[in-house]
């Protein structure tokens, strides 16, 4: 067959190549720019290399930083995907209560980020806030300015809180999706309640709960906002997280080569992580 | 193994039924044979799922009580009756094996693994699942899946009754045979109380000793295969069994005479009918023989299905069918004449008259 040679194909890419250098290759190129050149403003560069790449792979900072974040992540994980779940395994199926239920529960997804950091940053205090005062008026010793473990406690309910009802809401999704026939087979033949959790819910909410667990740990392992506002960081460096210390990298000290090197690090560690997450679910999910 | 009675069952699916005609099934009141194989017959909407769902406990019925072998079970949840189910559609447990779903509700009940092992052993081999039974379930094809909802259904030994809702539909026509034989073939071994709930006559037929016809929410005839044909005791009963079903004309009876337009027939009885009574005569179409005495018709269609033809012919200015042998000959002036003792007498829509 005869086949006509010409380059017109590239005027049919042309218009997606344009909006993906837009939106993603170009800001995401200034930044390997700046990772691998050093410079002493005037805007003269001189090539840098690895070195900041090394700079911050050596650097206890970066260590401690991301073993925060996995440790943060690996919590909210194991506290949001099982309560998610049992909390949708008790939502009402039908009736009055299923709108206020899904209301009330989308309620703390529509507040801004920035406005729940302050509304815990507020609720946590000891002198004002209703959950600081009262904790320390039952005789227990609650400060998060001042100490980590408080600060921590504090960070984690307040994302429990804040992203639960995402988990709750993949996971009803899933279960509404059953048909009836399943419930009363399983009735027929005699299943425990586990057995019908285990056999039936559970695999129909694998797909949600595949996404459920990708969305949470991507967000959690990005989490700036809420620690910017509540914690600042602090107390110490207990809750400086990689977000957290990029910024102050960037722009409290404003060494730009570190922290463009820094990111584009996170950045491929949550691919990564990402990654084998899925590999790891979907492979499990085809072998059944 | 139980006898089944169902006493003054009705069910509305609305809370607070007003009228007759909010019950989605109307009274109910009979008794079903331990070992018996039965089969409920009738259109979508009839009530018939919702009399199969009465008995196993997945629904409680607004009123009425059931009986297992005397014993008062209306109370009591679907294990506790002891019932086996299969539903239209197949329900799998698509994260176990083939092997597993089987085993399922006899593990579920403690039986003793050796005891498992040769109960699925058994089905796999009815079903013809062998070569599945350590793959998961979840890559089957429907018909496949259905059979393993059916095995789940056949595996335990000791049920009340096993009960199918419509259990072939997803099945392929060739497969359907084998299934219901070998479902017929363990009624016959082990005698369980089976209930089918069927659209398809023919299912009813060759599966049920005695075939339920439900319509409109209430049980119109019970009886064998032969009562149903011929001597159908509503108008519905008619129609809906046979093929084609059963002519039913309007007719005017006085005395032991019954006519239709300007024909009078005579009958072998003198049916009882009230004043008023909308009255019809029924006669299924193999019971009219067409030739060259009798009553004057006029063909409209002949419809050849091989084995006989189907006349459509209009008789006192009403459609009717005949059925005449595939060498049958129609002549150029038909008449008919109908068997005397194949006529049934119809009195707002029931039958009426001596059995003569």
Same mark, same amino acid.
């Given at each position: ?155 984690? #309910? ?64 990005? #989490? ?37 090197? /820094? ?9 990564? /992580? ?15 | ?6 006493? !003054? ?9 007003k009228s007759e005609e ?6 109910? !009141? ?17 009530g018939k799922t919702t ?30 009756? +002891?019932?086996?189910?299969? *539903?239209? *559609? ?10 597993? +779903?089987?085993? *399922?509700?006899?593990?579920?009940? !403690? ?122 005791r509503h108008t519905f ?70 084995? !006989? ?48």
């Amino acid at each position: 067959m005869e086949k006509t040679w010409n380059n017109k194909a590239w005027f049919m890419v042309l218009p997606v190549l344009v909006l993906v250098a837009f939106s993603a290759v170009i800001p995401l190129m200034t930044v390997v720019n700046y990772s691998v050149q050093d410079t002493f403003g005037n805007n003269a560069f001189f090539w840098a290399g690895t070195d900041w790449f090394l700079d911050v792979l050596e650097s206890d900072r970066f260590w401690d930083a991301l073993t925060r974040n996995l440790i943060f992540s690996a919590i909210i994980l194991a506290i949001e995907i099982p309560l998610g779940i049992v909390i949708a395994l008790n939502m009402p199926k039908r009736g009055i209560g299923v709108p206020i239920c899904l209301v009330l529960m989308a309620l703390p997804l529509l507040i801004p980020w920035n406005v729940v950091g302050t509304i815990w940053q507020v609720f946590g205090r000891v002198d004002i806030g209703l959950l600081g005062h009262t904790v320390t008026a039952l005789g227990i010793d609650y400060n998060y300015v001042q100490n980590p473990i408080d600060a921590w406690v504090t960070l984690i #309910i307040m994302d429990v809180w804040h992203w639960t009802s995402l988990v709750v809401l993949l996971c009803y999704a899933g279960l509404v999706s059953i048909p009836d026939a399943y419930y009363q087979a399983a009735k027929i033949d005699g299943a425990s309640r586990w057995s019908v959790f285990r056999y039936i819910q559970l695999p129909k909410m694998k797909r949600v709960l595949l996404i459920a667990f990708l969305l949470r740990f991507m967000d959690s392992f990005m #989490i700036y906002t809420e620690p910017f506002v509540v914690t600042g960081g602090g107390p110490g460096n207990s809750t400086t997280f990689l977000s957290v210390d990029l910024v102050k990298m960037a722009i409290g000290e404003f060494n730009l080569g570190p922290a463009a090197a /820094l990111s584009i690090i996170y950045f491929l560690i949550i691919l990564l /992580l990402s990654w084998i997450f899925y590999t790891v679910m979907t492979t499990s999910d085809a072998q059944g | 193994m139980a006898r089944i009675n169902l006493e !003054h069952i009705r069910h509305a699916y609305g809370a607070k039924p007003k009228s007759e005609e909010d019950y989605a099934l109307k009274e109910v !009141h009979h008794e079903w044979n331990d070992g018996g194989a039965y089969a409920l017959l009738g259109p979508s909407g009839c009530g018939k799922t919702t009399l199969l769902n009465i008995i196993s406990g997945l629904i409680n019925p607004s009123e009425g009580r059931i009986l297992f072998d005397g014993t008062d079970v209306t109370q009591l949840t679907t294990q506790q009756r +002891n019932i086996a189910q299969v *539903f239209q *559609f197949p329900v799998i447990y698509d994260t176990m094996t083939v092997y597993d +779903n089987l085993a *399922f509700p006899l593990r579920n009940r !403690h039986v003793p693994e050796a005891e498992v092992d040769r109960r699925v052993k058994e089905i796999i081999e009815m079903t013809g699942l062998g070569g599945w039974a350590k793959k998961t379930a979840r890559g089957l094809t429907a018909d496949q899946k259905q059979k393993i909802s059916l095995g789940r259904g056949l595996v335990r030994s000791d049920v009340s009754a096993i009960l199918f809702d419509e259990p072939l539909t997803v099945i392929d026509p060739e497969m359907k045979w084998v299934l219901r034989s070998q479902i017929k073939r363990l009624h016959k071994q082990f005698g369980f109380t089976m209930v089918y709930v069927t659209h398809d006559q023919t299912e009813a037929l060759t599966f049920a000793d005695k075939v339920v016809v439900m319509y409109d929410g209430q049980i119109v005839q019970i009886g064998t295969p032969a009562e149903l044909f011929e001597r159908p005791r509503h108008t519905f009963v008619g129609y809906f069994i046979g093929s084609p079903g059963m002519n039913v004309l309007p007719a005017e009876i006085a005395g032991n005479t019954a006519s239709i337009g300007d024909q009078s027939i005579a009958l072998t009885f003198q049916p009882q009918i009230k004043a008023g009574a909308r009255t019809e005569l029924g006669i299924r179409p193999e019971f009219i023989s067409l030739g060259r005495e009798g009553m004057p018709v006029s063909v409209t269609k002949v419809e050849d299905i091989g084995r !006989h033809k189907i006349v459509r012919a209009r008789f006192a200015d009403r459609p009717i069918s005949i059925i005449v042998d595939e060498d049958g000959e129609i002549p150029a002036e038909p008449r008919v004449t109908f068997d005397p003792k194949a006529i049934n007498i119809y009195a707002d829509s029931w039958r009426v008259g001596g059995e003569a």
